[in-house]
């Protein structure tokens, strides 16, 4: 079992930053990859960015690209988005997830709580 924990989120301004982070315990996963999700009512999740546990393999969102990093800390088993230029569009509930170098939510096995962010113009 995995457990994932996210913290970070809030109300930031139009052009502000967030940190989020995504802790994770319980049994090692070296071969997968952690992501990040996003989901408004009635929509879909929507991929944010992954980064592959091993060798730090990157991938985002064309909506995201260049204004939010992923990272790890292998030490810590802790996962980070930096959202910078933040834009009211980007207000989400933001999960993490545990599974496949992968866009599509199907294949990842575990997922965090969730954490709102929201951000005013």
């Known amino acids: 079992q995995v457990h994932l924990a996210e913290s970070g989120g809030g109300l930031v301004q139009a052009g502000g930053s967030l940190r989020l982070s995504c802790a994770a315990s319980?049994?090692?996963?070296?071969?997968?990859?952690m992501g990040w999700f996003r989901q408004n009512p009635g929509k879909e999740r929507e991929f944010v960015a992954v980064?592959?546990?091993?060798?730090?393999?990157?991938y985002y969102a064309d909506s995201v690209k260049g204004r939010f990093t992923i990272s790890r800390d292998s030490a810590k088993k802790t996962v980070y988005l930096q959202m910078n230029s933040l834009k009211p569009e980007d207000t989400a509930v933001y999960y993490c997830?545990?599974?496949?170098?992968?866009?599509?939510?199907?294949?990842?096995?575990?997922w965090g709580q969730g954490t709102q962010v929201t951000v005013s113009s």
């Open positions: 980064i592959r546990w091993s060798g730090g393999m990157t």
């Open positions: 319980g049994r090692t996963f070296s071969s997968y990859a």
């Open positions: 997830a545990v599974g496949g170098y992968s866009v599509v939510a199907e294949a990842y096995e575990y």
